[in-house]
T-cell receptor, first 112, second 113 residues
Framework: DGGITQSPKYLFRKEGQNVTLSCEQNLNHDAMYWYRQDPGQGLRLIYYSQIVNDFQKGDIAEGYSVSREKKESFPLTVTSAQKNPTAFYLC???????????FGNGTRLTVT | DQQVKQNSPSLSVQEGRISILNCDYTNSMFDYFLWYKKYPAEGPTFLISISSIKDKNEDGRFTVFLNKSAKHLSLHIVPSQPGDSAVYFCAASARTGGFKTIFGAGTRLFVKA
């Protein structure tokens, strides 16, 4: 079955540590996205990538980094510079512009 | 600056009646709009979309209306069912800057049996 896999489902880290969230898709989609959701809030765009080896900052990119070395993979690193990293992180992809985003099931990151 | 706004945090509707969820946007570069349904601790599920060249798109019980001059879109669910209870997000995309897609804050819909 084609889809987007985010792993792990739950992730715990100590403050000051960098952590990388995995996002893999086998849908052959060109564009990929990372969003963050905080309790009671909407989805805020962190980074997005239209094609391999290219990505743009979203509205809340500070403290995060990404890479897009392969079409199917778009890992997100939450660095120690991110002030409030505890959140629910969602990865998405889409095949072209006039098509919907397909989402993974998310990773809940807790930093203590 | 919120480019996509859903001003109603929640909406309660009786089963069988119409649910109307509203969304406003500010960026005139947005030309593709989507609605998603989301349950806690899961990824959003796509419901319906509309391109800016249309003013209405219908899929079963779901209809999306777009008013470009008012920069407003709405999702109509008829008839509403208890299983429709969830958080609904609208989203808007712009071709400039590489398919940037922005979501609203969401509206929680309660459908009462």
């Amino acid at each position: 079955d084609g889809g987007i896999t985010q792993s792990p489902k739950y992730l715990f880290r100590k403050e000051g540590q960098n952590v990388t969230l995995s996002c893999e898709q086998n849908l052959n989609h060109d564009a990929m996205y990372w969003y963050r959701q905080d309790p009671g809030q909407g989805l805020r765009l962190i980074y997005y990538s239209q094609i391999v080896n290219d990505f743009q900052k979203g509205d809340i990119a500070e403290g995060y980094s990404v890479s897009r070395e392969k079409k199917e993979s778009f890992p997100l690193t939450v660095t120690s510079a991110q002030k409030n990293p505890t959140a629910f992180y969602l990865c998405a992809s889409r095949t072209d512009y006039n098509s919907p985003l397909h989402f993974g099931n998310g990773t809940r990151l807790t930093v203590t | 600056d919120q480019q996509v706004k859903q001003n109603s945090p929640s909406l309660s509707v009786q089963e069988g009646r119409i649910s109307i969820l509203n969304c406003d946007y500010t960026n005139s570069m947005f030309d593709y709009f989507l609605w998603y349904k989301k349950y806690p601790a899961e990824g959003p599920t796509f419901l319906i979309s509309i391109s800016s060249i249309k003013d209405k798109n219908e899929d079963g019980r779901f209809t999306v209306f777009l008013n470009k001059s008012a920069k407003h879109l709405s999702l109509h669910i008829v008839p509403s069912q208890p299983g429709d209870s969830a958080v609904y997000f609208c989203a808007a995309s712009a071709r400039t800057g590489g398919f940037k897609t922005i979501f609203g804050a969401g509206t929680r819909l309660f459908v009462k049996a």
